[in-house]
């Protein structure tokens, strides 16, 4: 005999069902925590949508955040998408990280910086795999202070590169980099045969920036709302 009723099991499912995210809120969630932009293909592959139907909705996003004037937009770059402040936004970005963010660099973040400056253009899987570590949250502080710049990308893997910047050396208060100490033969030759032997533990990552007290902050996404 049937009983009245749904099966309970068959209402969950389709609670669930109906509260999924949307396609579009799919793809900010996906775009706000990516660290180099995201190629379409792999967007599609995730989501399970066709390729052209994410295409269109990437684009409808980037041209929504011009028309509303945001203070960050949606960039095709490098064959992919990311989050990136606008460009008229960059002299108050700067103003608050120079002047709103007084706190020391940490241990941490000073050996990250020192990888960049002697192994530049050097991308972040290199950096982390030099230091042991996940580089990717003080890479993110290091480039929001103004210390290093993306610096094109690698032809084998088309990871982006990251180098120091002018304010870098002013900070340093070096005229160029040959000024720079002699310390480039402690630092590992053979980056890529680390990489393969000796990965970043996952999950770890380092502190980039540390208060009065000594406590590490992470470092927001420069390129994120």
Known sequence: MDMMGNDPVDEADGAAVQHSPGLRASLEAILLVVDEPVAEVMLAQVLERPREEIARELASLAASYRAEERGFELREVAGGWRFYTREECAPVVERFVRDGQEVRLTQAALETLAVVAYRQPVSRARVSAVRGVNCDGVMRTL????????????????????????????RLGLASLADLPELAPFLPDDVEDMQAGSEPE????????????????????????
């Open 143 to 170: 480039t929001l202070r103004g210390l290093v710049e993306e610096a094109g990308t690698e032809h084998e893997t088309g990871a982006i590169l990251f180098r120091t910047t002018s304010y870098f050396l002013e």
């Open 202 to 225: 996952p999950g770890r990552a380092d502190g980039d920036i540390a208060g009065p007290g000594g406590s590490a902050d992470a470092g927001g996404e420069p390129a994120g709302p």
